[in-house]
């Protein structure tokens, strides 16, 4: 970066607060910033939307000294340690990579980006500029979640054999909502079924053979989709994603010695079930000082964890684990025959931003 005349942000080491910028005013924006706001070695100093009035409206809600009307400007803000992306997805390649470029420090919200070739291209532009960059995959810094895997890696089940997992909601969508938006990257698959293929992958990795089936939209997005995934182990993951129905929204894991079954809420549990063969089942529990289990706390934190420890990716959102979903996603929905308009740009040629979007438009997808 200094080759371009612009110093890398310095990474807070010294135990002061790391200050977060916010890229985007919506739900998740709102979540995250309220969040961001109750931990004492965290300071949001600057949020930006794409209008003045957005931005300001934001920051006097949530106490934000400086508001930007542009991305530009936020991004281009040295006093800023690391930038919160929260627009939508259609929009990510484009928002972080204007901050990667000015030499911020970026946390990215979920999918990541509309294609494998968008998050290739934002994992390269951290790596040339020495900046931190991870995926908002929430789930993957929850304590539960965090157990839940330990668990499986020290063997608690034996050699895992299935994955199954859901995510679907009840709707309905109308047309004009930006989840049925094809140019928007609408559809089930990126706003929910990232959940139970990212859960998958986290216990199994990366699949070798990715089958799929889904209804489509008049506009030609996934309503809802089933994926059969498996690997070279022999394990299978049946996993299922719904704009048209609301499911249980959870989760199971077999092994050859037992089963792990997450109740509800399987991305964010208050609690998950051990069955052993051959022992009384065990319950875990969230540790109610860890907060509401829809707290995102546990991601920024991991974040400033990583900045003051001069790392540029984190160990439990790997950027090889980010593209790695990419990757299935992009399978799944050349299986179902999804193609968004993105998918055919060039990127120097027609930016990820090409088709504008309302940051407002990202919905609350939590399950009720």
């Known amino acids: 970066m200094a080759?371009?005349?612009?110093?890398?942000?310095?990474?807070?080491?010294?135990?002061?607060?790391?200050?977060?910028g916010v890229l985007a005013t919506g739900g998740i924006a709102a979540a995250f910033t309220a969040d961001l706001v109750d931990l004492p070695d965290a300071e949001v100093v600057a949020v930006a939307s794409r209008t003045e009035e957005s931005a300001k409206s934001f920051a006097d809600r949530f106490g934000i000294p400086r508001a930007y009307g542009e991305w530009d400007a936020l991004a281009r803000d040295e006093d800023v340690d690391v930038v919160y992306v929260a627009t939508p997805h259609s929009a990510h390649r484009a928002a972080a990579g204007l901050c990667l470029e000015a030499g911020r420090n970026v946390l990215c919200e979920k999918a990541f980006t509309l294609n494998t070739r968008e998050a290739r291209e934002l994992v390269a532009l951290a790596k040339e500029r020495d900046s931190f960059l991870m995926e908002a995959m929430w789930m993957y810094c929850n304590p539960l979640i965090r157990r839940l895997k330990d668990l499986?890696?020290?063997?608690?089940?034996?050699?895992v054999r299935s994955v199954q997992a859901d995510?679907?909601?009840?709707?309905?969508?109308?047309?004009?909502?930006?989840l049925r938006d094809r140019a928007q990257g609408g559809g089930a698959l990126l706003d929910l079924g990232v959940y139970p293929v990212s859960f998958a992958q986290l216990l199994l990795g990366e699949p070798s053979e990715i089958m799929a089936r889904a209804v489509l939209s008049e506009e030609s997005v996934d309503l809802q989709t089933g994926m059969l995934l498996s690997w070279e182990s022999g394990a299978l993951a049946s996993l299922h994603c719904s704009l048209v129905g609301g499911t249980s929204v959870s989760a199971s894991v077999t092994g050859s010695g037992g089963r792990i079954d997450v109740p509800s809420g399987f991305f964010y549990p208050d609690r998950f079930v051990?069955?052993?063969?051959g022992r009384d089942a065990e319950e875990f529990a969230a540790d109610p000082a860890h907060g509401p289990r829809?707290?995102?706390k546990h991601e920024a934190s991991e974040v400033m964890r990583c900045l003051r420890a001069g790392e540029t990716e984190s160990p439990l959102v790997p950027l090889?684990?980010?593209?790695?979903?990419?990757?299935?996603?992009?399978?799944?929905?050349?299986?179902?025959?999804?193609?968004y308009p993105a998918d055919e740009y060039a990127t120097d040629e027609h930016p990820a931003d090409e088709h504008p979007t309302d940051e407002a438009g990202r919905a609350d997808l939590t399950p009720a």
């Open 3 to 20: 080759e371009m005349g612009v110093p890398p942000v310095e990474r807070r080491r010294d135990g002061g607060s790391v200050r977060w």
């Open 152 to 159: 499986i890696d020290d063997g608690a089940i034996g050699e």
């Open 167 to 178: 995510f679907g909601l009840s709707g309905p969508f109308p047309p004009t909502h930006r």
């Open 274 to 277: 051990l069955h052993r063969d």
């Open 294 to 296: 829809s707290s995102l």
């Open 320 to 339: 090889d684990g980010t593209l790695a979903v990419m990757r299935t996603l992009d399978a799944v929905r050349d299986r179902i025959g999804v193609r």
